[in-house]
């Protein structure tokens, strides 16, 4: 019902302002920025980054893992290609966010017994557990050395190095703090 509704306030009231934007993206479009995110319904990539329709390509998924090239992962390794290859994205953002589900089930592996499938997509960040210093890391820490190493994974495709050697190609780590409003850019 929620969605239907807002279906219909679109249609009336919002696409009506907006489609000459949609006439001219028929033509095609020319992002800039590739941005990587978890699937947390609390993160809305457009709202935090004030963007319209054909400025974000959006790769999504629960961690925002980005597995390293010739794993399998094909769905995530296609779109990385498309994005950098073919749309010649400037930007990537790799966008980790407080209170991650994905992350906390990574930090306490014996909790995903029960889901298998969920254990095995997470465990390809497990070397994430191994950086982490102290014996009880906090959820932060995890969040935010998550996002550094899918940075090291990204930088394993071969377009994406090649894109940022010549710098045509930027690549970013952010941490989302919903509850805050507030976005930090890791080093
Ligand atoms: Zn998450």
Known sequence: MRLATGIEKFKTELFPAMEGKFKELEKGQAPETLFITCSDSRIDPSLITQTHPGELFVIRNAGNIVPKPGTGELSVEATILYAVEVLKVKRVVICGHSHCGAITGLLNLDSLDA?????????????????????????????????????????????????????????????????????????
């Open 115 to 187: 889901m298998p499938v969920i254990k095995a997509w997470v465990v390809k960040s497990a070397e994430v557990l191994e950086r982490l210093d102290s014996e009880e890391p906090t959820l932060i820490d995890g969040i935010k050395e998550n996002v550094r190493l899918q940075i090291e994974h990204l930088l394993e495709y071969t377009c994406v190095a090649e894109a940022v050697a010549s710098k045509e190609l930027e690549i970013e780590g952010w941490v989302y703090h919903f509850e805050k409003g507030q976005i930090e850019l890791l080093d």
